[in-house]
């Protein structure tokens, strides 16, 4: 499952990040941040959702829109599933350094980041799959306003979760099925529920 690639380069940005610290860019809670990026439930939840959302897309080409993309392992788990360039995969986060860490982290991955805030003004209808696996970060409104703006043929991969113990955590559920009736999708093409121990991830697909 882990990629030791990858594991390198966040321990190194993460030295990257110390040593800068010491110059005057105190950032050093990004080191606990990018270790937590790659724990074992966030790197198997979206690796999850990446094959299933794989199976279901089942077109080689397209452009893909991470929203709440972190530092890029969404992005990442969708291009090994998709690793030729016709398919477009973008990573946003409304964090800048997002972008900067994105690209140092998966720059050879051929994956572009960008900083964008949902509620800002963006031409949506251009992506062919919309992924978002920090819904629960997220006010329902603007899931739905993504949802309604979206071409009617665009894809969603939506994920949530039940854990409500951390103040950021707004937007949680008590089961998948009650997930994906908020979403007011079309077309539900998948939901399920995966038991990480502490909490449940559900994801949502369809259109």
Not at 94 to 99: Q, T
Request: net charge negative; hydrophobic share 35%; aromatic share 14%.
């Amino acid at each position: 499952m882990y990629d030791s690639e990858i594991l390198y380069r966040t321990i190194k940005l993460s030295e990257k990040v110390y040593n800068e610290s010491m110059y005057g860019v105190d950032d050093l809670y990004r080191i606990k941040d990018l270790s937590h990026s790659m724990d074992h439930n966030h790197w198997i939840g979206k690796e999850h959702l990446a094959k299933k959302f794989y199976d279901l897309y089942n077109h080689d080409a397209g452009k893909l829109l991470v929203l709440g993309g972190w530092y890029g392992m969404m992005a990442y788990q969708l291009r090994k599933q998709w690793p030729d360039s016709q398919m477009n995969i973008e990573s946003t986060d409304m964090d800048p350094m997002c972008e900067e860490f994105g690209y140092e982290l998966f720059g050879d991955k051929d994956i572009a980041f960008s900083t964008l805030n949902i509620s800002d003004s963006f031409i949506i209808t251009q992506y062919t799959g919309i992924v978002n696996t920090s819904c629960e970060h997220m006010e329902q409104k603007d899931l739905i306003n993504i949802v309604k703006s979206k071409d009617p043929d665009c894809w969603v991969a939506f994920q949530s979760n039940n854990y409500t113990d951390l103040d950021s955590h707004v937007n949680c559920y008590p089961h998948a099925e009650i997930f994906a009736d908020s979403l007011e999708l079309n077309w539900v093409a998948d939901v399920d529920t995966l038991d990480l121990g502490d909490f449940k991830r559900f994801t949502v697909i369809g259109k």
